[in-house]
């Protein structure tokens, strides 16, 4: 029987191939024209040319031109309708913020308004009540001034009551240079007037402190002097020292008041370590002190600056000074008063504020006072410094802090909180935990920020830091990036 045998043209291999079975089937051909030739071979080995088909294989639809084209097409279309859908939301939540900021905006534009009428009405009812007080003091100066007048002509010059009188003349004429703010002439006020309104202005911003859980502490030692005023603006000057270091201060923190007698001038002062003072704020002092700006000496009530406390002074003769301690952010300010010492008072003991006299019993007091005052201060700086050295140790506590002081464990822990009105851990896992937003802004992982700070565990890390600020360290670091 003659052997069949085939060849394919056009394909990888062109050899001649013995046909087998009853079907030819090629497979994987790549898109050409394709040629099959067909032969016979007799048994004696002579060949018999057969037949020849032609065949072509076309290419596939997806790789057709018009097939790539239509994908570009799609492609293309997609990305324009993700854009043009991702551009219509944000179209959409920019007008929602917009609408949202809008009617904040009205809230607290109706709210300014509301404060500036209650404040108006506040003015008002201070300014009707000063004109009551005033004339009601008018009125009691001019009965006493008949009084003695009487006394005098009817030859009782000698007698108590015209002492009396004398005596009862005195703080009226004081209180009546309250109202006379325009003339220039220095007005002297004694330590009693001075203490009333150290204690008037403490009693109004005592429930503001224990709001926020802020301790104040008043230190007075002013009665028994004279004290020399151009323009008595003593409450004006207090409010606002009391009120910038509120807005400085943090809860548990402490603000010290103090009015006492300090070379020959009366020092009034404010303490506080809260969040100190900014650069520009010092910068704008300075270039005012300095006169490399000018100024204009109007100010409002509600500036707790460093220049508006300035020009406070600066009106009622005073001097103004204030320090900041940047490492353990302690700050103080303070006005000092020349003392009126050739004046006698009848309402305090003959030369009780003498500068020429020998240091009293109380002024040696204070004198002391002020020393320990100043050897707990120099103490406490010692901790801050200590804590901001070790805080990166997990291993720092209030045992290797005692070590390091040479003191007990309980005696550093009380001696602490008598100063600083916290626990010793609760200040070192604050700065550690303000540490950590410093490095969390600047670009450090959560694990890394927790390890470097003085925490083992990130997520015991996170936990405090989310009970300190209010948001976890992730939220912190999505609001610090938007």
């Known amino acids: 029987m003659p052997q069949v045998q085939y060849r394919l043209l056009g394909s990888e291999k062109e050899n001649w191939v013995d046909f087998q079975g009853s079907q030819l ?3 994987h051909l790549e898109p050409g024209r394709y040629t099959l030739e067909l032969k016979t071979m007799s048994q004696v080995g002579t060949n018999h040319s057969g037949a020849r088909y032609s065949f072509i294989v076309s290419k596939p639809w997806y790789l057709l031109p018009s097939s790539v084209a239509i994908f570009a097409v799609l492609l293309v279309g997609s990305i324009v309708l993700l854009i043009a859908w991702r551009s219509k939301i944000v179209v959409k939540t920019n007008l929602r913020l917009r609408r949202l900021i809008n009617l904040k905006t009205q809230q607290l534009r109706h709210q300014s308004q509301l404060l500036v009428s209650s404040n108006m009405q506040l003015r008002k009812q201070a300014q009707t009540r000063r004109i009551l007080v005033g ?3 008018i009125k009691a100066k001019l009965n006493l001034d008949g009084l003695k007048d009487y006394l005098h002509k009817s030859d009782q010059k000698n007698t108590p009551a015209l ?4 005596q009862a003349l005195e703080p ?3 209180i009546l240079s309250l109202y006379d703010n325009k003339t220039p002439e220095c007005t002297v006020f004694d330590g009693q007037v001075v203490s009333s309104v150290v204690k008037a202005v403490v009693k109004g911003w005592q429930q503001e402190a224990d709001k926020v859980g802020i301790t104040l502490l008043v230190e007075d030692s002013s009665q028994g002097c004279l004290v020399k005023v151009k323009h008595f603006n003593l409450d004006m000057i207090l409010n606002t020292l009391m009120a910038s270091a509120l807005i400085r201060s943090d809860a548990n923190q402490i603000i010290h008041l103090s009015a006492k007698l300090d070379d020959g001038r009366l020092l009034i002062a404010i303490e506080d370590t809260g969040e100190g003072i900014s650069e520009d704020e010092i910068q704008a002092f300075e270039a005012q002190e300095f006169g490399r700006v000018g100024y204009e000496s109007q100010f409002t009530l509600s500036d707790t600056s460093l220049s508006a406390i300035a020009q406070m002074a600066e009106q009622s003769g005073g001097h103004f000074d204030f320090h900041y301690n940047q490492l353990i952010h302690r700050t103080r300010l303070s006005i000092s008063w020349p003392v009126e010492a050739c004046t ?4 305090i003991d003959e030369g009780a504020c003498i500068v020429d006299t020998p240091a009293s019993q109380q002024e040696t007091h204070n004198i002391n006072k002020q020393v320990n005052n100043d050897v707990q201060n120099d103490w406490l700086d010692k901790v801050y410094q200590l804590v901001e050295k070790h805080y990166p140790d997990p291993d720092f506590s209030t045992c290797h802090a005692a070590k390091m002081l040479f003191i007990s464990e309980r005696s550093l822990q009380r001696k602490f909180k008598s100063l600083s009105g916290g626990s010793f851990m609760d200040y070192v896992t604050k700065v550690r935990l303000e540490k950590a937003c410093e490095l ?8 890394d920020t927790a390890f470097e700070t003085g925490f083992n565990d990130p997520s015991y890390f996170s936990q405090r ?3 300190y600020f209010g948001l976890s360290p992730s939220k912190f670091i999505e609001n610090s990036i938007e």
């Open 25 to 27: 089937t090629f497979e």
């Open 135 to 137: 004339e009601r003091v």
């Open 163 to 166: 002492d009396y009188a004398e």
């Open 172 to 174: 009226l004429e004081q």
């Open 344 to 347: 006698p008072s009848t309402n």
């Open 440 to 447: 969390l802004i600047s670009g450090e992982k959560i694990s």
């Open 465 to 467: 830091f989310k009970h």
